[in-house]
């Protein structure tokens, strides 16, 4: 247990001591807060949706914690490049162990970098309905961040260099993100578009959190929480079988 | 004596390529052995399906007892290495890399702060221990590599090149503490080198490996008499032809090697 231990702090070192990275990564969420909270908030409010900051909010979190995990799954093909994960492999640690141990440190990166946003959109007029539900919704953002590392360890771990990331960001995280239900409601959409968000199991996410600081939810908490641990428990299964086919 | 390290017709194939074809050893338990080899002889891709990182095509490996494809959790308890290619983190400060290892390798705390401060100071690294790797020179990195290699003491240590780029005090240093550990704690080596006068001064015995196959083995005498010559350098020339190698093999590996080089 202890090389989970060591292997999370490692990662949280290396979060810390990069600010260029820690300070870029709020870049993204801030032009989305700016440009399409208060750009589409007038339209929204006329079409009888209320205050589109309160609606967005959540799901700019939810794309701070789901990029930042990813990435740090990422990091994997950097360790491998530098040969630091040859040093990892070789130690007499379980694959199951070390994997755990770098999806736990990219999701903690993660919150922190997810917090910082929250602090934005609260600066930006975003106001949770009640403060004591701000653990329920640590509780969601711990099970995306876990889900995202996660999926972003299992990718990288067969991966040799970063070419294939543009590829899996603009064809796998980005339509993730956008069809989640971070940025409009998930009702009254044409068929596809509500079958692929349902099979989304970042909208849980997304509905989730919403429901822990707006009150508001598609579906029931509960089925949100038992989709994202179940999606989380496969895709360390597939991780943990992923780990075990390197070759280096 | 036991054989602590047995191949039995190991084979990597890549391709039409074999990296390794059908190569048949033992080594025994505390002994000290050098496998040497001109570039691409496939003295590394040996010594990864040895120590777990790649599956050979095959034949079998026995390390410690322990089947090495069908048990590598075990197998990994029973060595250490140092590698040929760097695998330092670079964003970590030198103490904090031989802590991840020793953490990793479940060395006690006690034990480690103690090791840790005595290795530092072996490679002379010891005042530059909070530094951060990136700011290190290239032979500061690799005194680094093989102190953290020495940090737990395996049953059997595997050294690739270690001694790669480092000036002639250092690596004595370096041997003087690899031979002490070999006789105190009945350490296996299994080391490679193109520094003949490291082999002289403590293999026991000698492997030469080319295009894949084990050309001979045998003492540095067997060797050098079989041969016909009068040193073990000569021998190896003589053996391994006189021409210069290019290092071929997996054009995948070869790039990532090389990325690697750049990098450091």
Redo the contacts between chains.
Sequence with gaps: M??I??LWL?QL??FI??RSRIIGALGQPIIFLLAIGFGLNPIYQQAGGGNYIQFLAPGIIVMTVLFTSIFTGMEIIWD?????L?????????RWQILLGKVLGGASVAMIQGTLVFLITLIAGFRPIHWTSLPLAFIFLFLVAMLASAMGAAIAARL??MQAFPLIFNFLVQPLFFLSGAIFPLKNLPWFLDILTKINPFSYGVDGLRYALSGVATFSPFLSAGVLGAVFLVMIGFGVYQFSKV?? | MDSIIETKNLTKRYGDFSAVDDVSFEVQKGEIFAFLGPNGAGKTTTIKMLTTLLKPTHGQVFLNGHNVVENPDETRKSFGIVFQDPSLDNELTAYENMQFHAVLYGVPKAVYQKRIIDLLTLVELYDRRDSFVKNFSGGMKRRLEIARGLLHHPKILFLDEPTIGLDPQTRNHIWTYIHNLNKEEQVTIFFTTHHMDEVERIAQRVAIIDHGKIIIMGTIKEIIEKAGTNTLESAFIKLTGSNIREEEGNPRLNRMRINQRLMR
């Design positions: 202890t090389a231990y060591i490692r070192k290396r001591r990069t491998k490049q530098f040969g630091f040859k040093e990892t492999f070789v130690a007499p640690v379980p040799d260099d070759q280096m």
